[in-house]
């Protein structure tokens, strides 16, 4: 590489132990834990899970460094850089699965162009059983070793991609972003062929990482019960991982419905990975379970809110999408926002929730309240998912159309 390097966006640390050591997120997959081996330096995100909650406190660790910025190819670069040989090291900016889920798809393009070069990424953490289903890359969850990262020609950091600084606003499509910053071709996706039987494997993935996109229960308890009345094989996935599942579940009340399974949650992204690829039909909020379906094309419909359903799908149409119609004297959607925020006053919501303009709202949250998640979610008071209640009958509609041609 004959660039200019220039120091990574994100902060490493830096850290040695005095034994050996390993560690695995709970929600991925053990065949992914990592193990250390015997290097005198080792590196990891500084606002990772890893340096925050274990590195923090563990005797046998001494931080040399938390303000570490690791030499990567600079974006003005990456177009015009020779890869074909190359040993390539990615530095994931986050584990957010959708985000993750458009690398994996630029990953395959970026091999197909290149396919003598190694892919390798680093801290993907919670995404990493995103990145395992390419067929060669090497994944480095938490940490990687100084001898390790010798092995590699050249590092990139992907918050350098277009759009990432403002994510937060205007969600962006980061295979497409990165496909056209590295001028990689987008690999071509045979359609999954339609299943035509009376009785199909239908998943219901109604909740999201924010109340902005989770589904209002009543819609999804009278989604589940008509589908199971007509027969399907259903199942509503919910997410254990989240402080108001409980809540949001007891809200749905759907055991008693007929032929609808309620499954709490899948102990890894592995599990969900595996669930998504074997249904015939799915419906899903704007989360990161939409976005895995891209991997497979499971056909389906996605219900968006706060976000573009347009953008976030980009150019796959397997899914079938529901934009809410809501259109309010503060916001309509959609507005782009992804998380709630907080004014300077301590109220959290959006815009139209609270009732101001965008300009009045503030930074996100300084901590979680699972009293407000909770309000947002199970009374469905954000409007734009509430509207979503009036949309029902048109919702109903697309799913009688698909499920007569699947």
Not at 98 to 123: S, T
Request: contains cysteine; hydrophobic residues 40%.
């Amino acid at each position: 590489m004959s660039a200019k390097l220039h120091p990574a966006r994100k902060k490493f640390t830096r850290f040695a132990s005095k034994v050996p050591f390993q560690f695995g997120l709970p929600n991925v997959s053990p065949t992914l834990t990592q193990a250390s081996d015997g290097s005198p330096i080792y590196f990891t995100r500084t606002s990772s899970l890893l340096r925050r909650q274990v590195l923090a406190n563990a005797p046998s660790v001494t931080i040399k460094s938390d303000a570490y910025h690791p030499r990567v190819l600079p974006r003005n670069a990456w177009a015009e850089a020779d890869f074909r040989t190359s040993r390539v090291l990615f530095l994931i900016p986050d584990d957010a699965l959708g985000d993750c889920v458009g690398m994996a798809l630029f990953f395959r393009a970026f091999a197909q162009k290149y396919p003598k070069a190694k892919i390798a990424v680093l801290n993907s953490a919670s995404a990493s059983d995103i990145f395992a289903t390419l067929p060669r890359i090497e994944i480095f969850q938490l940490f990687i070793s100084s001898k390790q990262l010798a092995r590699f020609d050249v590092l990139i950091d992907l918050s350098e991609m277009e759009g990432w600084d403002t994510i937060a606003k205007m969600p962006v499509n980061p295979e497409e972003a990165l496909s056209s910053a590295f001028d990689v071709t987008p690999i071509s996706l045979p359609k999954r062929q339609p299943v035509i039987k009376p009785q199909m494997n239908i998943g219901i993935l109604p909740m999201a990482s924010s109340p902005l996109r989770t589904l209002p229960p009543a819609l999804v308890r009278d989604m589940a019960q008509k589908l199971g009345n007509a027969g399907h094989s259903v199942t509503l996935i919910l997410n254990a991982y989240q402080g108001v599942m409980r809540t949001y579940k007891d809200s749905i009340a759907a055991e008693n419905l007929p032929n609808v399974a309620v499954v709490d949650g899948f102990r890894t992204i592995g599990d969900l990975i595996g669930f998504m690829e074997k249904q015939d039909y799915v419906v899903l909020a704007d989360s990161g379970p939409a976005h895995i379906t891209k991997l497979f094309q499971t056909p389906g419909l996605g219900i968006y809110t706060s976000a573009s359903a347009a953008v976030l799908q980009g150019r796959h149409r397997n899914l079938r999408n529901w934009q809410s119609t809501y259109m309010g004297d503060f916001c309509q959607a959609p507005c782009g926002l992804a998380k709630l925020r907080a004014t300077d006053d301590g109220q959290i919501g959006c815009m139209g929730s609270l009732k101001v303009p965008f300009e009045k709202l503030g930074t996100l949250p300084a901590t979680s309240n699972k009293a407000v998640a909770e309000k947002l979610v199970v009374e469905s008071t954000v409007p734009c998912v509430a509207h979503l209640r009036k949309d029902q009958d048109a919702i109903f509609q697309i799913l009688a159309e698909d499920l007569k041609t699947q």
